[in-house]
C-alpha cells in the first residue's frame, strides 16, 4: 500500500481519466458493432418458392468451410417434408474431386423469407437451434437471378446467378452494394464456372 499513498494526486487523476477513456472507447466500439449488425437491410421479402432450385456461386468472401472450392461451386435448395430447406452445396476442389454439404435451412422471419438459419449438422440433430448461421437475403432481383446473401457481422457474403457466368457488370453492382452495408470487398473470390 505505501506505493499507492505515496502516487501523486495528480497522476492518480490521470491515471483514471486514462482508463475511463479506454473503458468508453471500448464501449464504443461495441456500440457500433452491435448497432451496424442489427442496421444490415434486407430485402423486403422472398417468395421462396421461386427462390429454390440451383445457383452458381459467382462471388464470395474467403471462409473456412470454402477453402477446398476451386470451381463449379453451386448451391441447390429445396424444400423438405416439414417445409424446411435443404441445402445441399457442392463444389470441386483442385484436384478435381467433388465436396459436398448438406444442410437445412430454417426460416427465422416467416412470412418474410429474408433471414434464415442454416445448419450443417448431422440431420438427427439439426432441430437443436445451435451451431446455426445467418443467412440474410440482401439484395435480389425482381426475377430471381441474381442474389447477394450476407449475415450480420458482415464476416460473410455470397453473390449467386442462376447462370454460371453472369454479366460483370450485374456482379459488381451487388459488391458494390455490399461495399455500401459495410462489407469489405477487396478480398471477393471469384469461383470458375467450367
Not at 28 to 49: F, R
Request: net charge positive; charged share 25%.
Amino acid at each position: 500500500m505505501p506505493l499507492i499513498k505515496n502516487f501523486p494526486k495528480a497522476s492518480w487523476r490521470l491515471t483514471k481519466i486514462a482508463i475511463g477513456g479506454v473503458v468508453l472507447t471500448g464501449l464504443a466500439v461495441g456500440t457500433i458493432a452491435y448497432a451496424q449488425s442489427k442496421s444490415l437491410p434486407t430485402v423486403e421479402k422472398v417468395e421462396l418458392d421461386k427462390y429454390l432450385g440451383v445457383w452458381y456461386e459467382v462471388a464470395r468472401k474467403p471462409m473456412f468451410f470454402e477453402r477446398k472450392c476451386a470451381y463449379n461451386v453451386t448451391a441447390t435448395y429445396t424444400l423438405n417434408e416439414n417445409g424446411n430447406i435443404v441445402v445441399d452445396n457442392k463444389c470441386y476442389d483442385g484436384e478435381g474431386n467433388l465436396q459436398r454439404s448438406l444442410g437445412e435451412a430454417f426460416v427465422a422471419n416467416a412470412p418474410f423469407n429474408t433471414k434464415l438459419r442454416v445448419s450443417f449438422l448431422p440431420e438427427g440433430v439439426r432441430w437443436i437451434p445451435v451451431a446455426r448461421g445467418d443467412y440474410w437475403v440482401l439484395k435480389l432481383d425482381e426475377d430471381y437471378q441474381t442474389v447477394l446473401v450476407g449475415e450480420p457481422s458482415r464476416k460473410y457474403l455470397w453473390v449467386l446467378s442462376r447462370t454460371p457466368n453472369p454479366k460483370k457488370e450485374t456482379v459488381h453492382e451487388y459488391l458494390n452494394y455490399a461495399k455500401s452495408l459495410g462489407y469489405e470487398i477487396a478480398d471477393v473470390i471469384y469461383p470458375e464456372h467450367r
